[in-house]
């Protein structure tokens, strides 16, 4: 979730990250940011999947901050969606669009295209729409609401988890081969047809433990990723050699033997490992998304006694906001008029619906089973319960 508050210098953002495996990845990512020139200081939570970062604008962005964690072999999770925009009449107009979505906390990169009036934008997950939207309408242009979301959190996870099912489907059947082989009978180019199949395990498969090895060297360190690749290489190697050279090892009076069913099991099994750890977060990535798809769109504010319905985004902390029974409650606040119970089942797990009067606190949500109330809005976007969960 993008949190990013700003000093006289300095900024701060808190980013998602994917792929870490163990507490020595959260390392690696921390050293690497922290020597990366405009970083003043990074702190990484492995439980969280966070990466609190302090830096400097005028000398490193997010682009760049997400660049760095790429080269370390791990990502940095964002949304990608296009917005419509009006009120552009030139190119001057597009930059000035642009520059103004890249200045929003959060903001990645934004492309904005003059012809077709549809700004691309790039941005950390948590960022606040209305964010976006304020932003543009300050410069003097109107960002209408999101048309296409061309990729979001869950869709990149998904298709991460379905690329490691097919590496890893690929690296079982060829390594299953290899050692269905290694058990059977000798025959001439025996070695080279091991030596075959195990070459995509080891480079096409494990590239990512190769990636993420150079990645950690780079930055004078090692990882879980420096600890594969050693050990799968030096099996690999030694095997190759013995296939190339058997010569060699004749003369010492050694019989030559092959290691390629080793090298291309371990690959296989942390694989396995790693997809079915991918799985049960993408799993809970779902459940979390069912849950926030139960936050009401639109909210019925109330406004010099007028009642006016306006999307749940545009809603400030302050507003009168009414809710009739049936309907869901679309932030957090206080009851500042009425009576009703609220089911917060889904929130605490209580099946009895909760008597709600006034001054008593409602969470946005929950469904309002009675009576009508007026409510307060305390908490909204990002500060409400549902997006802390």
């Known amino acids: 979730m993008a949190d990013k508050t700003s000093s006289r210098r300095s900024d701060k953002v808190s980013i998602h990250i994917t792929g870490m495996t163990c507490t020595t990845c959260a390392a690696t990512i921390e050293k690497g940011l922290t020597e990366t020139p405009g970083v003043e200081q990074a702190s990484v939570n492995f439980a969280a999947e966070k990466a609190s970062i302090k830096y400097d604008p005028a000398k490193v962005d997010l682009a760049k901050i997400k660049n760095t964690v790429a080269q370390l072999g791990y990502g ?5 969606s296009i917005f419509p925009v009006s009120g552009m009449t030139c190119a001057s107009c597009v930059a000035r669009v642009e520059k103004t979505l890249s200045s929003v906390p959060g903001v990645i990169s934004a492309s904005v295209n003059l012809a077709s009036e549809k700004a691309t934008v790039e941005y950390l997950e948590g960022t606040e729409l209305a964010d976006l939207r304020q932003a543009v309408k300050e410069a003097g242009y109107e960002l209408g609401h999101e048309v296409q979301a061309l990729e979001g959190v869950t869709t990149a996870v998904q298709r991460e988890t379905r690329a490691l099912r097919n590496r ?26 091991l030596w075959a199949l195990a070459t995509p395990v080891q480079f096409w498969a494990g590239w990512r433990f190769y990636r993420g090895a150079w990645g950690a ?10 600890l594969i690749a050693v050990g799968t290489s030096a099996a690999y190697i030694y095997s190759m050699v013995a296939v190339i050279f058997p010569g060699l090892f004749a003369a010492g009076g050694l019989e030559p033997h092959l290691y390629f069913d080793t090298s291309a099991m371990i690959i296989t099994l942390i ?6 750890e991918a799985r049960a977060k993408r799993q809970t990535s779902e459940a979390i998304k069912k849950l926030i798809g139960m936050q009401p769109k639109t909210a019925l504010v109330i406004h010099d006694g007028q009642e006016r319905e306006i999307p749940v985004e545009d809603v400030q902390v302050g507003d009168i906001i009414l809710v009739r029974p049936g309907e869901r409650v679309p932030v957090d606040g206080i009851v500042r008029q009425g009576y009703s119970s609220i089911d917060e089942s889904m929130i605490t797990g209580e099946s009895i619906p909760v008597e709600k009067k006034v001054g008593d606190e409602v969470i946005g949500a929950t ?3 009675m009576g009508s109330l007026q409510f307060e809005a305390t908490k909204v976007g990002k500060d409400t319960t549902l997006a802390h969960i």
């Open 76 to 80: 940095v999770a964002t949304r990608k």
């Open 367 to 369: 469904i309002n089973k």
């Open 168 to 193: 890893l489907i690929i690296a079982a059947a060829l390594a299953s081969s290899i050692m269905a082989l290694g058990w059977g009978p000798p025959f001439v180019g025996k070695s080279y047809l």
């Open 217 to 226: 060297l780079k930055h004078r360190t090692s990882d879980m990723n420096t």
């Open 271 to 276: 694989l396995l490992g790693r997809f079915l």
